[in-house]
């Protein structure tokens, strides 16, 4: 199963609306990162939380990090058309081997519409 | 652009075939990771390299291997193709070991007829 999973699946707004998004995850982390695609393309690095952090800004994004509910959330602020795109949260997870992988959630497909 | 270069951008191959996906990591970057994105299973990490040894392996079939060189370009070969083998395959990078953020090419997007 999925260390991570986004909620919505699918979020329609329109331009200028604020988006939010939900991560949430299983085991203890060391810390959670989001990530956008545009269709076709490789993910982009959008920001990293760390477990003792609880908010963390960045231009018009916001992400907030519960590490009691196991939860965290992007925030997209006057979102804008360029702003479609799948978001994906990403924690970090030991394995067998002792070194960390990420697992990414199956992402939110956001779409703004002008 | 993320410095990250895949090739090729695209490959269409046949049952049985093998394959060979290269990847440039970022110039800097010591460890390279390789995922398979599909529509059903998601984005799926692989295998991890980081200064040409391997680091980390995840649900890595056994037909499929990889490995980093020592100019730190890396190689997923696919043998034995299988329909279900169709997907993007991504290659990220980053600096060090570990959970830090991570650099996508943009893919090699694998069709098996």
């Known amino acids: 199963s999925q260390q991570g999973e986004e909620d919505p699946q699918a979020l329609s707004i329109q331009e200028g609306e604020n988006a939010t998004m939900n991560c949430s995850y299983k085991?203890?982390?060391?810390?959670l990162q989001w990530y956008r695609q545009n269709s076709g393309r490789g993910l982009v690095h959008l920001i990293l939380?760390?477990?003792?952090?609880r908010e963390k800004h960045s231009g018009r994004l916001r992400v907030t990090l519960d590490t009691s509910k196991k939860s965290s959330s992007l925030l997209i602020t006057a979102s804008r058309a360029a702003d479609t795109a799948s978001y994906f949260c990403?924690?970090?997870?030991?394995?067998?081997?002792?070194?960390?992988?990420?697992?990414f959630g199956k992402g939110t497909k956001l779409t703004v519409n002008p | 652009d993320s410095g990250v270069t895949q090739t090729p951008k695209h490959l269409i191959t046949a049952t049985g075939q093998r394959v060979t996906l290269r990847c440039s990591p970022r110039?800097?970057?010591?460890?390279v990771y390789w995922y398979q994105q599909s529509l059903d299973q998601g984005l799926q990490f692989l295998i991890q390299?980081?200064?040409?040894?391997e680091r980390a392996k995840g649900n890595i079939l056994e037909r499929f291997s990889a490995q980093q060189f020592p100019d730190l370009h890396s190689e997923l070969n696919l043998s034995s193709l299988e329909l279900g083998d169709s997907a993007l395959y991504f290659c990220?990078?980053?600096w060090g070991n570990g959970n830090q953020p991570q650099h996508f090419g943009d893919g090699t997007r694998l069709s098996i007829l």
């Open positions: 990220a990078s980053s």
């Open positions: 085991t203890s982390i060391n810390n």
């Open positions: 939380i760390r477990s003792n952090e």
């Open positions: 990403a924690t970090d997870l030991l394995t067998q081997g002792g070194s960390e992988k990420l697992v």
């Open positions: 110039s800097g970057d010591l460890s």
């Open positions: 390299y980081y200064n040409g040894e």
